[in-house]
């Protein structure tokens, strides 16, 4: 192999890089928290490596490559700090867009797990990225995290892999309608509590936190629990894409507590449908996200965007919805049903595979524009 | 032309045949009245006619023809007494499977307007004709009257040649369930006022009638003004594609009846959304319509489903399913909604072409199998 | 039925009408003699009707309509004098462009078939046809007639209602490269001989009257058998597709002139390749015809388009194109296979269906499309 | 990170891994040559890594994985001996298959380029992996290559990243017909000549060997000249993609040998026809090209699959099959014509892209499933 000699090394501040994602911009090494978090820079020259920090404990960080737009690379990222190259051997002259980010969701339930961007070694210079037509940020469960997006149907394993920013549809329609996307998701949570009950794992708890999803010390000092600066990035968009665990939660037996040795269930009656009391939290718990990403948000459409699992809850979020808008006098919240997954469009996990992406990315897609211009 | 000498004349009551949408069956000639409704034979021989009478005031009714399930013919008819061959020069001893099938929706403008079937000429011998795996009964508007399936892009002509069965997302889901199925639709209509804010042009007025929305003498005589033997036929769904004109009425000016001299409207507020008293009248009217369609149809699933024209009265409907479900306890009531039309999916008169009336069947039949199977 | 008093008669002579296929433009009434062939006229008024005239002794003609370019009808023509409302009630000051096409293939075996045209009736005014960017003749056989692209998977009568140019591979490829278009095709002819071994039925032999397959008095008096004046259309290209007859002859039993007595056949050796001479002549008779395209059209692309049954005589076709350049020096002569059918893309009668008449045309237009801009 | 200490060291030859592509499998580490070249195992346990060794002087290899027959990860390789993770966390009772494969071709301009495997680190246990239904080789050049299946449109740059197995039009026929597959391809080479007419760099040259179109000693010592032992895999088809190149050679410069000082060049006449006697030293290359693939494949189809760049020499080629043809009286020799690349299916470089390969692929496969079956 023969070296290229004439590399320099540029901390990420000094390359005018656009970064995507929700992020503590004020850390350095620079923390890729979300699933769709990127690094982005414009740059001459033969060859681009990038210089990173990983590490997990069980559940190891993916990331991906798109070079002036195009998928290139998509791989699993051992700990440790080390760099890698992105590009080489190409013509020094042209500016490549090189785009850098992170495939795997947020991941709560491993500490450790962190994606950190030190800087860039490159024999060109940098120059800066423009913004797209659009700003949208996207609030969603397992299937914002792309789960099953990868991956052989008859896969079963959870691991981080069959996840993806690459294959899934909030990227695909931020491509469609030129936007910068940021990606809030977390698999098995839900809007009011967990797929299994767990009333703490929901979105909107850490709606406002930069990602309040994680814990642990070493993501409190990487800033993952400062609140997070809505005024920096006012989306023309937001769409909340929960729901699916909340449904199930229904069906699975309560969760207790092991702190408070207290337990928690949203039941069904008797004659199997929702305990009214048991929904009406739930829907409480919509309209209070209504209000809280209005709050934070007061241009934006938000879109509610449901169904690419099943339609199991369209009426009581709608309802909710509905219920927001009177009280709120909101014109601005609509619902869109999103068609669920099939045979023929299931992916790895029983999870919507990348046909399910795609087609509910031209609907949400179609529909947006519609509302945006 | 070398004449066939060997026709033989037979009453459409001595063929066996399979009347598809809701007639009276005890007349003779037997009326067409909906979009979808159809004689069906299976036959030998090697030649086989329709006897037909037709006739119209303005809007002439269009049929179309299909041979062992697969799309052949579709034309204007004329007025009178005629018949038409439907094929000849085949093989005389297999089976010939021949439906014959109005496109254009019942016409509740034209008086004059009817379709009758008084039999067939055949050389042949004709044996029954199986039902199918399930029955379904699609309620709905233009959408359903297949209004812009056929046609320019730039045509504006309101006229029958632009409305059809033959690409009709109903048939289309029909077909991908092996379902038999009953059209009753009118354009313009909605499910509380029509597009214009006549209050009573809507589908739940004619129901429960043969073809309710039907006037004069004639149809009078043909029995479209009988009460529907719901018993006769219990389908396994009842698809609702209503709200589109609904919707228009709140943007549309008052109507004036000529008759009584009052005046209707559904009002916008000065800030441009319902009214709220107008608004509650509209989701009344949907839920006297759900019930009126469970009381006649005990055990079928209801479907709302909503969207190809546009998404504006997602909320008031889906509210109105939510009141009714907890009214009544029904729990086989949903709501689905289908994709909007697209520059791309557009057809003539600025309603779904065929590429939208394609993609909601899609969805529509995915979601039926899920629920009848 | 409220007739349209303020109809005029308007002979096809005084409508400004385009006439679509080779046919005798002297005669009156206009004979549409094969698939494809039409009149197209922009017209205003409210209402249009065709005046025809029909005659058949077996195989009825078939027709079909399109308005502002969009397919509306196609129906089944008995004989007799008539007339055929192609629209009605439409906003009288547009301009509606209206093409009545024959969907049917010349009819070599039923000399009493034909499709005239003696005028229209019409409330508006006739103005001219432009004419499209390029133009185009196909030469064909059942392929190139449409046979198989309606009618059911079984069906294996041979019978009109099955052939079409209305799902045709040469009218998608025109319409693809706005492309006026002319067909000459026969089922069952090749270059050479037929499927079954009869020498006579080879589209050369006709290729310089105007439909010089017919026979019989009456579609002399026509004008079928006239020398067709190339210099009156000059296409851009020429495309054949032939040999798949050819290569059948092969396979079948020998024929007997059951006038002169003489049997003819295409042999196979024993060991199940074509015996040398024969494949000669057959490779001769691509060379002449060749030849005699060239004479004629001199400043044509000539593609011959070959593979939508099957690929068999792909070689020996190859063979005398290049045999034939090297003699010729011409060099606007290529050979362009299509995707063979199969059992996803098969139609009735074992023959390329509508899906695989799309495939090809795609790619038949795209080729077409390198050469001619 | 927490580190799995159950992971023992397995070399290749005792993983009972099926080895894909030509390679000496007496060789330890074990070369994966082409691109497509593989290892592939079936493994049980929680853990999989596999033992690198790889350099190269200036083009860096590429690799990519795929789990139980589905796409996972795709990257760039850097010099060195290391181990990759192929999969982590998994469940350890299933079995999973695991294909590591070389996505850059085999790279006749950088003799250090080597892509070596040691091993498998695992805590599972192997077992065999099936043959697949049939056997397919591909000969071809920048396409078989992958060349412009990922990048960008823009990209001009010839560097390995845009080159790939994954995304190829032989691997996409190979997994439509449950086929194992060897690739042997070099960008800019034909079967006569380069694209800038170095008489050297042709398939045929390099046919009989393992890799024998590799250089250097080191190549040498991993055994890429052997001699190729063509009865340990004898393919059902063998599939040449060829001509693309010397088309081009003669609208390209004469190249002159730097070692000899002799020029080389095919020509063009003045009137921009091919020079007689050039073109027929191209065809005789064809003729004894199909000779020595008939020699040493008795009894496979040879399919010359031609046409997804242009289709400029569709009849030189297609008379050298016939000559050849007749010459043999082979009857197991083919032609078929892939559809040319579009501005809808190009991807970087000018190369056929993604869909580029789809299309073919699907043509190609429909034709191998005819023939084999």
């Known amino acids: 192999m023969t070296e290229n000699k004439n590399l320099t090394y ?8 656009k970064i995507h994602g929700r992020t503590d911009e004020t850390q350095n090494p620079l923390p890729l928290f979300w699933n769709g978090s990127a690094v982005e820079v414009n740059v001459t020259g033969t060859e681009l490596w990038i210089d990173l920090e990983v590490d997990f404990s069980v559940h190891e960080p993916w990331a991906g490559l798109s070079l002036n737009g195009a998928f290139i690379s998509r791989q699993m990222l051992m700990a440790g700090r080390y760099k890698l190259c992105l590009f080489r051997n190409m013509n020094t002259d042209t500016i490549k867009n090189v785009r850098f980010f992170r495939e795997l969701q947020a991941m709560s339930e491993d500490n450790a797990n962190h994606l950190l961007v030190h800087g860039f070694y490159s024999d060109g210079s940098f120059s800066s990225v423009p913004d797209r037509t659009y700003k949208l940020e996207f609030v969603g469960d397992s ?8 991956g052989a149907k008859k896969e079963e394993d959870w691991v981080p892999m069959f996840m993806s920013s690459s294959r899934n549809y909030a990227v695909m329609v931020s491509e469609a309608l030129d936007a910068d996307y940021r990606l809030l998701s977390q698999g098995g ?9 767990k009333p703490y794992e929901n979105l909107p708890s850490c709606y406002e936190k930069i990602c309040g999803l994680l814990k642990g010390e070493t993501n409190e000092k990487l800033g993952a629990l400062k609140p997070y600066d809505f005024s920096s990035w006012q989306p023309d968009a937001v769409i909340i894409n929960l729901g699916t665990n909340d449904a199930s939660a229904f069906h699975q037996p309560a969760w207790h507590d092991p702190v408070t040795g207290e337990s928690f269930k949203q039941h069904l009656l008797p004659n199997g449908s929702y305990d009214p009391s048991d929904l009406d939290r739930l829907k409480l718990a919509i309209i209070h996200f209504l209000a809280l990403i209005r709050r934070n948000n007061s241009g934006a459409f938000i879109v509610w965007a449901y169904g690419m699992a099943d339609y199991e809850l369209t009426l009581p979020i709608t309802e909710a919805i509905s219920e927001y808008c009177r009280q709120s006098k909101d014109k601005k919240v609509s619902f869109l049903q999103l068609p669920a997954t099939t045979d023929e469009t299931v992916g790895s996990r029983c999870h919507p595979g990348p046909k399910a992406h795609e087609r509910s990315a031209k609907i949400l897609a179609e529909y947006l524009k519609s509302l945006l211009s």
Chains 1, 2, 3, 4 share one sequence.
Do not use: A
């Not at 299937?143 to 990868?150: D, H, L, V």
């Open 10 to 17: 540029f901390p990420w501040q000094e390359t005018k890089c």
């Open 189 to 197: 949570w839900g809007v009011f509590c967990s797929w299994d009950n």
């Open 143 to 150: 299937i914002t995290s792309g789960e099953g997006t990868y």
